[in-house]
């Protein structure tokens, strides 16, 4: 069933108009059950906008659009529904599975096929996309499957405000959607509206609440569970799992028991217990997911233990239900000495884990971020992806711009995670999308909250809306995919000037992540940023501080030397032909250069310009980069509506004014420790 949606916030990328295409025909659904009644009542709320109709039965005056589960279909329907059936055959190599789909079109008639009804629901959304496009010249049938079996959205949503962290831990887009001030919020609108534009866009699973699981978060194991049944509820329809970040120390914590040690009896009951209790009362209940002795938050390394021990104790209870556990591999020291240059945190994930591989059980998915550090602008993709062949592994993506402008910024980030999902390891290496492809999927951290255009910068909707394209057919591209965006939100055709406005849109947003890179910290060596806030420039802020983010800078040169013959080792953790690329200066990319190498200020990079006149050139080509950006979206005044047009233009004046203060900052910064001038005498304060 749909929930009426919400009047109090913007619709995204499914507006009534997106349905206009599917509303405005006679629609025929064949199969019943399950989330066939959410695709029924998608159909019937367009129909209701537009002028179509919709019918359950083959009887009845001759259908322009047929919805069709196969297993459902009997005799009676109209030839055009045989003539798919038949197509299928040939061209879908194998069955469509559980969420897959095909389209085709004979005659005067477009017809939807699915095995199970979630294809069905997945083939109502991909209708939305096409629009009129579906209901033009015929085309035979077109299998589509996601590429990753779970694509996953984890929210950093606490239940209590947390004191330094607030309601949601790195989020830009004010409160959170599921939770306030330690209670359920009551209007489950919001939430059910939510996990339809997810449904849209091919998500599957949700976290509902934060990794660094807080006192009041650890009872939704126990306790609240009703509370997170009740979410459940509203993303069914939609066919999203729930899943749960959990506490190690549960056991003690819920249960008053002297340990949380993986390896003891009744540590092990308990779990399997209090899991059979969460199945009970959630039946398809995703599983746990776990931040273990990272960042404070405990784990197996307590009792002497290591992290196959303490995610196998979760598995071995989610195991009799279907479940998963999701385990970060997010793990460093936090509490380093600065002046200890063999601790390198980008080391970390991978000697804490690549030594466990083949230890995991089946229903172990590793979860490891994208780099080795933690989702700043440029990093390597981190070497532990491809590591552990023996293991479930997802890819983390941060959606919420914690390092990336927090949503004040405009940055697409889609450009970055196709390069990350398309990097391969070599001649007969796998790539970061085929592995994540094979083990656990794709998981982001989401970047929503009770903003009313649900992400704070409505043009961060973008990233959200990518992610969840991404993870369904990694192979996408990111300009393609702000096309599909920008048709579904901003319907240009209806606007008075279309042309415009899809390509200023495409100008202002295809290199933003670029140019957000240009005025920032340079050439991969990160952070930069204000400690703890993590907006606005302070090269030093984190420099002699614990976190082990550090760049080095001194009146020669900057950089953090992670080589083999010199440094901290870390580009031994590559397979070749990575292992030798990014060892020496002279190979390794421009743009993760100081991530790897310690180099002179005068160190010629590819592009021909020294290290410090790239500094000074990008900074200076960054600031006006927006700029542009500012002007063009002013000439879009009326092409879009005011309320979004006011509150990006709101944004974009505070991304100017926050470029131009990383640009003073970063050239004053280098300028005073290496003396050099600007070779073309601009300014550098
Ligand atoms: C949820 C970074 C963020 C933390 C976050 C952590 C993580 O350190 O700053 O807020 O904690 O990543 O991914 O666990």
Known sequence: ????????????????????????????????AGLIDTVVAEVERACAEHGGSVRRKAEGPPPSLVLALVPAVGDGGPAELDAALADLETAAGGPLGAEGYALARHG??????ADQPAGLLYGLFHLTRLGETAFGAPYAAQPYRPAMRRRMLDHWDNVDVHPVMGQVERGYAGGSIFWQAGQPRRDRGRVRAYARLLAAVGINAVTVNNVNVHATEARLLTERLDDVAELADEFRPYGIRVHLSVTFAAPVVLAG??????????????WAETTRAVYARIPDFGGYVVKADSEGQPGPFSYGRDHADGANLLADALAPHGGVVHWRAFVYNHRQDWRDRTTDRARAAFDHFAPLDGRFRDNVIVQVKHGPMDFQTREPVSPVITAMPGTRMAVEFQVTQEYTGQQRHVCYLAPWWSEVLRFGWGDDGDTVAGVAAGGGGLVAVSNVGDDPFWTGHPLAQANLYAFGRLAWDPRLRPAELLDEWIELTFHPDTSADPDLLRRTLHEIMDDSWRTYERYTAPLGVGFMVRPGLHYGPDVDGYEYSRWGTYHFADRDGVGVDRSRATGTGFTGQYPRPWSRVYESPETCPDEVLLFFHHVPYEHV?????????????????????VEAACLRWKSLVGLVDAAVHARVTERLDEQLRCAREWRDQINAYFHRKSGVPDAHGRPLH
């Open 1 to 32: 069933m749909t929930a009426p949606a919400p009047t109090d916030v913007h619709p995204a990328w499914l507006p009534p108009e997106a349905f206009r295409a599917i509303g405005s025909r006679h629609c025929l659904v064949v199969g019943a």
């Open 108 to 113: 005067e008639v477009t017809v939807l096929l």
């Open 257 to 270: 028991l002297p340990t949380a040690d993986p390896l003891d009896d009744a540590v092990r009951a308990w």
């Open 605 to 625: 990079l590819h592009s021909g310009r020294t290290v410090i006149q790239h500094i000074y050139d990008t900074h200076f080509d960054g600031v006006t980069e």
